[in-house]
């Protein structure tokens, strides 16, 4: 592949046959009322000076991420999970790539990037860059800390200029739609998400949210909202990017069936309970022979309510594993009823 990408004079280029792309450059927004942020050991920062070291700390780890898609060139944002090139970023970044091209800060090179592997239900992938070492990294946040009104940073790459957006957890748990890449018109349902009133450009798409302290919170995702954007949870992709990079792939348990989240607000107006709606089951699968259909509504796995906290997917990487047999509590019109099923092992759905 071809580089794409030139550096000159600590300014990035890219330079495209017949046609001519403008990068936008989002500007740090001052504040002009800054409040103080207490930490542990008895510091105090104030909130400005707190997001500016965050994001001086996490910017040599944030990568900016080119996608050809013919007859397209897109960019976007990752970070690197590792000192030899594994970087995370979202499926919208590199979906329908014919290659891929990342720039790493403060390296003149544009380096090839091949995809190891990716999960399209909680909307996480991972590239990897070769033949690269002692590269700077960022960690995950403890997921359980996150919390509403909580501080947060988006980064962007260095064809974003390292961009910097400032912002806050708006809410936690939300269901959210975005385009797919993949099929026009069509929407992927994440859950799970952070909402943020951080607005999330094309660019800085795939970069992490930061804490003040660096760590990673969640992943960002373009929204169209231009005063609103969302991030995928650590606590729902932490433990897909952990298995891709010890095995090379991501593997679930699975019903056998795809499902969409019953919101709060959706079991209120349809008049059902929370939890996961089955959408189709897979002939022959665990679903079918239990004797689920669909539109019924899982309610429970075992003794684990699912809710918007505890949606059915995150439930079935982080709490349920391959060849488990589990008790499957669903609501089918008015009757609730329970079934016994083995979960098997599959490669997520994009479908």
């Not at 001519?20 to 000076?49: C, K, M, W, Y």
């Not at 004797?291 to 906290?309: E, F, M, P, Y």
Request: aromatic share 2%; hydrophobic share 45%.
């Amino acid at each position: 592949m071809r580089p794409i990408v030139a550096v000159a004079a600590g300014l990035v280029v890219i330079a495209l046959v017949s046609a001519g792309v403008t990068l936008a450059v989002i500007h740090f927004q001052a504040r002009t009322n800054p409040q103080e942020v207490n930490l542990r050991n008895g510091v105090t920062l104030t909130q400005d000076s707190a997001i500016v070291q965050a994001a001086a700390k996490g910017r040599p780890a944030v990568v900016s991420v080119i996608t050809q898609r013919q007859p397209a060139i897109v960019r976007g944002s990752g970070y690197l999970a590792t000192t030899d090139g594994y970087i995370v970023t979202n499926v919208n970044v590199i979906a329908d790539a014919s290659g891929l091209t990342v720039l790493v800060p403060n390296d003149a090179k544009a380096h090839d990037a091949r995809l190891v592997d990716y999960d399209c239900q909680t909307g996480v992938a991972v590239i990897k860059v070769d033949q690269v070492s002692g590269l700077p990294t960022l960690a995950f946040a403890d997921p359980t800390a996150l919390a509403q009104g909580q501080v947060i940073v988006a980064v962007g790459g260095p064809v974003e200029g390292g961009a910097v957006a400032p912002g806050y957890v708006s809410a936690l748990h939300r269901v959210t739609e975005a385009k797919d890449p993949l099929n026009i018109g069509h929407l992927i349902q994440f859950s799970d998400t952070i909402q943020t009133n951080v607005a999330i450009s094309d660019g800085t798409s795939g970069g992490p949210l930061l804490n003040i302290q660096s760590q990673v919170v969640g992943i960002a995702m373009a929204s169209p909202a231009t005063l609103a954007g969302f991030g995928l949870n650590v606590a729902d992709v932490q433990d897909d990017v952990q298995q891709i990079l010890s095995t090379g792939k991501v593997v679930v348990s699975s019903m056998g069936a795809t499902t969409t989240d019953v919101t709060p607000e959706r079991a209120v107006l349809d008049g059902l309970p929370e939890g996961s709606q089955v959408v189709t089951v897979s002939a022959g699968g665990p679903a079918a022979a239990a004797g689920l259909k669909t539109g019924d509504v899982i309610t429970q796995l075992d003794d684990v309510h699912i809710d918007a906290a505890h949606p059915l997917t995150l439930l079935l990487r982080s709490r349920f594993h391959a060849n488990q047999r589990v008790t499957v509590t669903y609501s089918r019109g008015t009757a609730s009823t329970q079934a016994e099923l083995t979960l098997t092992a599959q490669h997520p759905s994009c479908s």
